[in-house]
């Protein structure tokens, strides 16, 4: 009987993604693809370190672990190494226990197309082409920044993850009328829309997936602390709040913390927050909240880029 993936929590990753390969990825582009399989084939017995998305896949898997016989999440590795030179992958897969026994190894080829044939929810990558490519796709994907992962020795008991609001959770459309027009007409237009649900961004499936797990978990576990919480981190505030609260209202998702931070930094919310990933639509975030937790950048759709 066929394996219906649609079932599942699918986070598709890259070898980069899941695994710090920063020394071979200078090699790779230093030296060329050649001198990049050679130094992978005669490293293949090495354990790779864990990268930034590591905790983040690591927790996912645990998921399966709560109730026996029960799986709610799958991981799938598809990376553009050939079959040649993932076995190094393979094996630090099995050094770390994690539980993937999927992958797409396209050898050299973009790895997008094969994003929806896995029925991935959540793409992660350190390559910006496939990321975009991705969002192309309509595939939730994120750019991982070189940053802190959580200690291996000391996991969370949670899966925490959080959210920016416009461009990540919610459209763009709001966010570009405060870039053309400035902060005055974005409240003006924010409070004449207040009832009016904000569309859906890039991630807002992922959410609603996450909720539902959510729900599903609290109402199967005897797990006193929940496994899974959420936060939305964004730089809205009063009165621009009260849109943002009925549209999660209107979704009917649940975000287990909510910051309307009003041009305060978001790393030092984060800092305290210490999630498993940070989703961002801007650089300028992505980089203060990356020296402090494991983050990711949300490309805009091309065509979002071009109207903006």
Known sequence: MPYDLSDYLV??????????LSR??????KQGLEAYCRYQLEHENDVLEPGTGFALIEA?????????G???????IISRNSADTSLRISNSIDNYNLDI??????????????????????FLSATEEDVQAAVQSNVAAGLI???????????????????????????????????????????EHEKMNAEKPLPEGPFAKLLKTLSFLQFDLDSNS?????????????????????????TLRTWN????????????????????????????DQHQHCEGAARVVPTARVPHRDDETKTA
Do not use: C, W
């Open 60 to 68: 996912m898997l645990r998921v399966n672990q709560i109730d026996t």
């Open 145 to 187: 920044y070189d940053g802190p992962g959580h200690n291996q020795s000391d996991p969370l008991e949670q899966i925490r993850i959080a959210f920016d609001g416009d461009a990540v959770l919610f459209s763009k459309e709001s966010e570009m009328i405060y870039q053309q027009k400035g902060l005055e007409a974005f409240i």
């Open 222 to 246: 005897a797990q006193s602390n929940p496994p899974i919480r959420t936060a939305l981190v964004t730089a809205r505030n009063s009165p621009a709040h009260e849109r943002v609260i009925r």
């Open 24 to 29: 071979e990825n200078e090699i790779y582009e």
């Open 253 to 280: 998702v649940r975000i287990d913390e909510t910051f309307f931070l009003g041009g305060v930094p978001k790393h030092k919310i984060l800092q305290s927050f210490s999630p498993h990933i940070f989703f961002d």
């Open 101 to 122: 026994t999927r992958a797409a190894f396209t050898g050299g080829e973009p790895v997008a197309k094969y994003l929806n044939a896995f029925e991935v929810d959540l």
């Open 70 to 76: 029960v799986r709610r999440t799958e991981v799938v």
């Open 11 to 20: 986070i598709g990753v890259s070898s980069r993604a899941l695994f710090d």
